[in-house]
């Protein structure tokens, strides 16, 4: 049977300052709505206890299995408000499948497609004033995740899962907007390798990422590349974000799919429309002596990281220990033309050609 989202309102919602002051500049990730969704599952009912209730904190048992063995798994997309004040999902049964598969990866139960989709359609109508409508690339960032909540030191499957939603009106990802970033190339840190997590969304690879995000700034850098870790023979992804490079005769070049780098929808979002606008794609292996050869050679001019927190975000250069590749025309006009198009659909401003729009409200 199909979960049902009751929702408890909250009776201390953010007053009008506040909201004002938090939707006037957002930032990332920093403020959250009123509500969120929950619901439970136990291996012996299944899922259950299905409601919108006042966004707070969970009462955690020091126990708790996620907090000592990671057993989690996330989601990031994002709810648009269009011009005539409709709210709108982009591809949300493609997060839906997504999750499922990091859940299947990590152990934890499937949550049904239109349960995942009940709990973020009545979060999102609930907080529908948090869905912001200054325009530019404002919106609802919504975070689905689910975690091990069995109160339990023994390492095996969680016996209770505890799945949630919550919302947060966000800006930009990166604080310089759609200015050219600086990518870092560790040769140090790796994110993830053949059978580990690398294609699944769990809070662990990011964990495990952040040394080398940090080895990234103090080089100036604002995230880091990824080289495949036992070979160093293939370029992977960045700490959260899938990467293209753009060639002058118009191809469209990102490391194809092997298991280890996160399946990212905004990445095939862009495989589909860098095609309509007549890019060539090319989802392929791609060597590190290749990849920056492209660069120095002036056949790669322009490169970009893409998710759906950072949408489209022109690449400057890639810094190694020993070189820096810096692109030709970053925030050149093919990356700005796959960006503008990609938002034109979130945003209803273009035709939904791949039915890739859900709306909510
Ligand atoms: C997203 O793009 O939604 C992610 O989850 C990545 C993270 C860097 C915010």
């Given at each position: ?5 009751p ?26 709505s ?24 969970f ?21 648009y ?16 499948a ?105 809070g ?46 118009g ?96 945003y209803?401003?273009v ?11």
């Amino acid at each position: 049977m199909s979960l049902s989202f009751p929702v408890t309102a909250n009776p201390r919602v953010a007053g009008d300052a506040d909201y004002d002051a938090i939707m006037a500049a957002p930032g990332f990730g920093e403020h959250f709505s009123d509500h969120m969704a929950v619901a439970i599952w136990t291996k012996d009912a299944g899922w259950s206890e299905g409601r919108i209730q006042p966004y707070g904190p969970f009462l955690i048992d020091p126990a708790t299995a996620v907090l000592h063995y990671a057993q989690e798994v996330f989601e990031g997309m994002k709810a648009y408000r269009h011009a005539d004040d409709s709210i709108w999902l982009f591809r949300p049964e493609a997060n839906a499948a997504r999750l499922n598969a990091s859940a299947a990866r990590m152990m934890l139960p499937a949550i049904p497609a239109e349960d995942f989709l009940a709990a973020i359609t009545e979060l999102v109508r609930t907080d529908a004033r948090w869905v912001p409508s200054g325009g530019g690339e404002q919106s609802l960032y919504l975070r689905p995740f689910m975690f091990a909540s069995e109160v339990f030191l023994g390492v095996r499957a969680s016996a209770h899962v505890t799945f949630s939603v919550i919302a947060s009106p966000v800006g930009s990802y990166f604080p310089s907007g759609i200015e050219p970033v600086d990518i870092w190339v560790t040769d140090k840190w790796a994110r993830a390798g053949i059978g580990g997590t690398g294609a699944a969304k769990c809070g662990g690879n990011y964990a495990a990422s952040l040394i080398a995000q940090y080895e990234g700034y103090e080089h100036g850098c604002s995230q880091v590349l990824f080289i495949e870790a036992a070979g160093k023979d293939r370029i992977e992804e960045l700490g959260g974000m899938n990467v293209f490079l753009v060639t002058s005769d118009g191809r469209l070049i990102t490391p194809e799919l092997t298991g280890t780098i996160l399946e990212g929808v905004t990445r095939s979002s862009i495989l589909t429309v860098a095609a309509d606008l007549g890019l060539r794609p090319e989802e392929r292996r791609i060597s590190p002596e290749e990849f920056f050869s492209l660069i120095a050679d002036g056949v790669a001019v322009e490169a970009f990281s893409c998710g759906t927190a950072a949408v489209l975000t022109p690449i400057g250069s890639f810094r190694t220990a020993t070189d820096t590749y810096t692109l030709a025309s970053p925030a050149g006009e093919r990356t700005l033309a796959i960006r503008d198009r990609i938002l034109d659909i979130q945003y209803g401003r273009v035709p939904d050609v791949h039915g890739w729009l859900h709306r909510v409200a």
